[in-house]
T-cell receptor, first 113, second 114 residues
Framework: AQSVTQLDSQVPVFEEAPVELRCNYSSSVSVYLFWYVQYPNQGLQLLLKYLSGSTLVKGINGFEAEFNKSQTSFHLRKPSVHISDTAEYFCAVRMDSSYKLIFGSGTRLLVRP | NAGVTQTPKFRVLKTGQSMTLLCAQD?????MYWYRQDPGMGLRLIHY???????AKGEVPDGYNVSRLKKQNFLLGLESAAPSQTSVYFCASSLRLAGGHEQFFGPGTRLTVL
């Protein structure tokens, strides 16, 4: 069965430091990849998505992610985080021609001053 | 343009009680979804709808029923609530069912079953 793994349940980081949130998926077919952010007591908001083409995808709020087909990964990065980036981040995958959007378990990013 | 809205925001039920969660979207999306979010488990699909009058089971449908009488509304019902249904429920909608189309999420309903 297809699955999405976010190995880090929580990532603490100091303000203005770089961060990488890891996402790996299992699939032998083409995929569409998404990163969503959930701020406290809010719904999920799309950060960025990979459909095809360039493997480096830029999103909102200075985030970017790189698709690596050989490693089946889609890690999220930001060169300098702000306090306001404190939130939970979800990686999600949809296999080609499937309706299912499969979510990882989430990574809580905690930015400290 | 409110996007996706959910009613109520919070609810506490006793075991065996029933309730209905309402989801509304104003983006004219055909497809709507109900998810539950539990700690450490991400979001899991309960039911979804591909259009007015149609619904289908997702990953965890047991104990829930849904209805889509109007295109803009998607209702989630719990006929006899159980403590295992304590969760945060999210509604979402999208323009297309598959492919690279994103889903737009509501703010969630936090349900506690005692």
């Amino acid at each position: 069965a297809q699955s999405v793994t976010q190995l880090d349940s929580q990532v603490p980081v100091f303000e203005e430091a770089p961060v990488e949130l890891r996402c790996n998926y299992s699939s032998s077919v083409s995929v569409y990849l998404f990163w969503y952010v959930q701020y406290p007591n809010q719904g999920l908001q799309l950060l960025l998505k990979y459909l095809s083409g360039s493997t480096l995808v830029k999103g909102i709020n200075g985030f970017e992610a790189e698709f690596n087909k050989s490693q089946t990964s889609f890690h999220l990065r930001k060169p300098s985080v702000h306090i306001s980036d404190t939130a939970e981040y979800f990686c999600a995958v949809r296999m080609d021609s499937s309706y299912k959007l499969i979510f990882g378990s989430g990574t809580r990013l905690l930015v400290r001053p | 343009n409110a996007g996706v809205t959910q009613t109520p925001k919070f609810r506490v039920l006793k075991t065996g009680q029933s309730m209905t969660l309402l989801c509304a979207q104003d983006m004219n999306h055909e497809y709507m979804y109900w998810y539950r979010q539990d700690p450490g488990m991400g979001l899991r699909l309960i039911h979804y709808s591909v259009g007015e009058g149609t619904t289908a089971k997702g990953e965890v449908p047991d104990g829930y029923n849904v209805s889509r009488l109007k295109k803009q509304n998607f209702l989630l019902g719990l006929e006899s609530a159980a403590p295992s249904q304590t969760s945060v429920y999210f509604c979402a909608s999208s323009l297309r069912l598959a492919g690279g189309h994103e889903q737009f999420f509501g703010p969630g309903t936090r349900l506690t079953v005692l």
